[in-house]
């Protein structure tokens, strides 16, 4: 399967301990409240390489985010109340699926993260100590009481469960009006991801399921989940939505599809995945 590229940082090695100095020649993204700075183009600029100053914008902090080949890449979080350029806007990340290459659509969606990990992480969550950012790796060391914080990251399962030629599909109360989308949830502490997935489909639809086999990840940056796919085979039970998380679930075969997830998400790449799959003439 074709990797799913669109929130993975392909372009971006992070070689620590960072740069000591930021060195002329490097590459920017300016971190808005919500989102990203671009330029009001149709081909908008997302990463420039003039720094912050040179494009009219006051830097409060600056991030390291990684070489993108041989240039260090920086995330700027802009200094509040101050002045904007008057031909750069804000614009949120999701916004630009489809307007500017995948690759940098993830480097705009990590730079956000890293910016939001600096700027609640300004003091140690157990003694209220300034924290202080370490070089070495992507965290903070509090010189007080020598907690380390990193970014946080919360693991979740997504999964397509198989029943003959139908999967199940089930509604969030969050979701646009018709969308259904694979099962998806967040992994407890003391669970393996196996665990999780048996736990959210009784807990969400009331069936059980058997045969988990791993499909792919996917980083998903909004805010910081990390989506593990998986597939499993129906083994027993009758739907019961618990109308809370899901308010619709059903099986559906190929032709009887209902709205579906945006392409960019491993939800559409385990529903589309089984799509190209050849039909069972057997199965149950
Ligand atoms: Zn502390």
Known sequence: MAPLATFSVNNLTRLFPEPETIPDAACWVIVADKGIFITRDNDPVVISTSPP??????????????????????????????????????????????????DDLAIAAYAVQII?????????????????????????????????????LSPAVIVRVEKGNQILLA???????????????FVEPGETLEQTVHREIKEE??????????????????????????????TSGEIQIDNNEIVAAGWFDRNHLPGLPSKMSISRALIDDWIDQPIAMNRI
């Open 53 to 102: 100053q040179v494009l009219g914008f006051t830097a409060k902090s600056v991030q390291y985010l990684g070489h993108r080949y041989d240039t260090p890449c920086y995330a700027v979080e802009i200094a509040p109340g101050t002045p904007l350029p008057e031909n750069w806007i804000s614009c949120g990340v999701r916004e630009l699926f489809g307007r500017i290459p995948d």
């Open 116 to 152: 939001d990990f600096d700027r609640t992480t300004q003091f140690c969550g157990r003694c209220g100590t300034k924290n202080h950012q370490l070089r070495i790796e992507r965290s903070k060391l509090c010189p007080s009481c020598n907690q380390l914080t990193y970014p946080r």
């Open 171 to 185: 509604r969030s109360p969050h979701f646009p009006p018709g969308m259904h989308s694979v099962i998806a949830g």
């Open 205 to 234: 639809v009331g069936i059980t399921v058997k045969n988990l086999r791993y499909f792919a990840s996917e980083p998903w940056p909004f805010p910081n989940s990390l989506m593990c796919g998986f597939i499993a085979d129906y």
